[in-house]
């Protein structure tokens, strides 16, 4: 593509990416900052209202989407929307960690710039419109979120769960590199609305598919779906708490995000029934699987790990669909699986009592907890009761716009299992609540019985609002609708910016 004009249309790009720029240059001031005055209380403080402007910034831009940056990002629209669902579930992360971080002797400066650059890094993902921008901000989150997740240096528990996710997502990085050389080679561009007629052009079929079951592999790895979710519940277990919930959650939705542009722009004009048929497979296996191990785990962040694999095979059922609305339905169930994570492993990161970042702490252990802290208790019921997809909770309304979807699709039989999968969970999610409410502080440690649970005001907060929506989200029918019209046929082409 020509590039001598690249430069005319810099200023106009740099406007456009507000979030990338916000985030890119409050990054390295808390880098600087932290140096020159290190763990100042202010840094979070400027990393949370840097994240709140790029939220407002976003909110502004949900009309059409656009390209910028030369094609190589999407901006506006399907970008915005989750972008918004990024920097909430970073946003949230905060605000949940500063309590966290002090009581646990970590409340380390370079932390939340850590945040900002692995969000950095989730946006580009999930709004890349190219092969080499996806690597580029898979990459800047993926090396961001190592260091966090051994954050703890002195507890063995979270060494090892950082070193298998860095030997893990090194490995899986190897795929997505091979893909997407075979992918360029396949169809000379990088663009992703370019590969299909690139495709169509040339005689590289064998190499073709070879690169998309490469990149896929990548993606599945990033979304923890079966057979690739090995490292999820280590990682989940050994990493603190609030940064376990940003992890489960913003890095998740940026992955899927990314799979949903390469699956809508690059490869639907050329997938056939086959490929249909393994993202069905992936996601019946993801959802049993996630479910099923998910039954005999004792530790709560370790039960939600194995859980946050079975609700990537619930996203996986709307791509298995191939259409706009299981596209659409994957999206907002994104945003209601962030609400419900963040709140979970907030209420979690409230109630460790271990010292251990919660590895050792197992689900009796918190017996009549939810008595003694009514608003942990009754926000996690609400959590609870939202992931398993009671209704009128928002997790019902995120499944039925996955699994509608693959019905009219012809995949009753995935949905049916979806459905059975859910009902199974319910054992599960409702343990910690029979846990929390209905068995006597007497049978927890001393060491529960002992410890105050400490609630500050803004975790309050968060928890309180992640639940309030939950409640109300899903008989707000204009955010199911938006998520819909970003992939109607007359928006889907993007403009560059003049």
């Known amino acids: 593509m020509e590039l001598s004009n690249v430069y005319d249309t810099l200023l106009a790009d740099l406007g456009s990416g507000f979030s990338l720029v916000i985030l890119a240059v409050m990054g390295l001031v808390l880098v600087v900052w932290d ?228 699956l809508y722009y690059a490869l639907e004009p050329v997938l056939d029934e086959r490929w249909t048929l393994v993202l069905a497979l992936i996601a019946l296996v993801t959802m049993v699987l996630g479910n099923f191990l998910a039954l005999v785990q004792n530790n709560v962040k370790r039960m939600l790990a194995y859980s946050s694999i079975a609700h990537a095979g619930y996203v996986l059922v709307g791509l298995a669909a191939g259409t706009a609305d299981g596209y659409s339905g994957a999206l907002y169930y994104l945003l209601i699986y962030t609400l419900m994570n963040v709140g979970a492993f907030g209420v979690m990161a409230m109630l460790e009592w271990d010292g251990k970042e919660g590895r050792v702490q197992d689900i009796d252990s918190l017996a009549g907890v939810g008595l003694r802290k009514p608003v942990l208790g009754v926000t996690m019921g609400i959590f609870m009761f939202s992931l398993t997809g009671f209704p009128p909770m928002g997790g019902f309304f995120g499944k039925f716009a996955v699994f509608a979807p693959a019905v009219d699709a012809g995949l009753t039989w995935l949905v049916i299992i979806g459905v059975l999968s859910s009902v199974l969970s319910a054992y599960y999610y409702l343990r910690v609540l029979f846990v929390l409410f209905m068995r006597s502080a007497d049978e927890s440690p001393d060491a529960v019985r002992e410890a105050a649970f400490p609630v500050t005001p803004a975790s309050a907060a968060v928890v309180i609002v992640c639940a309030g929506l939950l409640l109300v989200i899903g008989f707000v029918p204009g955010v199911r609708e938006m998520a819909a019209t970003f992939f109607d046929a007359a928006v889907a082409t993007t403009q560059v910016l003049p």
């Not at 709140?52 to 190589?72: K, P, S």
């Not at 979304?223 to 990493?239: E, I, K, L, N, R």
């Open 35 to 262: 140096a020159f005055r290190n763990d100042a209380p202010v840094l979070p403080w400027v990393a949370g209202l840097s994240l709140a402007a790029c939220i407002g910034w976003e909110a502004t831009q949900l009309g059409v989407g656009r390209t910028a940056f030369y094609d190589m990002v999407r901006v506006g629209g399907f970008a915005s929307f989750i972008n918004i669902i990024i920097l909430g579930s970073a946003l949230a992360t905060i605000v949940l960690a500063v309590p966290y971080l002090k009581k646990i002797e970590h409340a380390y400066g370079e932390v939340y710039a850590l945040i900002l650059f692995a969000t950095l890094g989730m946006i580009v993902l999930a709004t890349a419109n190219n092969l080499v921008t996806i690597f580029v901000g898979l990459e800047t989150m993926s090396v961001a979120l190592y260091i966090m997740t051994g954050l703890v240096r002195e507890d063995e528990g979270a060494i090892e769960s950082a070193l298998k996710y860095f030997l893990l997502g090194a490995f899986s990085t190897g795929f997505f590199l091979y893909g997407i050389a075979l992918l360029y080679g396949a169809t000379g561009t990088m663009y992703l609305p370019e590969m299909a007629a690139g495709f169509a052009a040339r005689e590289g079929v064998l190499m073709f598919w070879a690169g998309v079951a490469l990149l896929f592999i990548g993606f599945m790895f990033k979304v923890s779906a079966t057979p690739f979710h090995m490292w999820t519940p280590d990682v989940y277990q050994g990493a603190p708490t609030p940064l376990t919930g940003y992890m489960s959650t913003a890095s998740k939705a940026s992955a899927f995000a990314s799979l949903i542009l390469v």
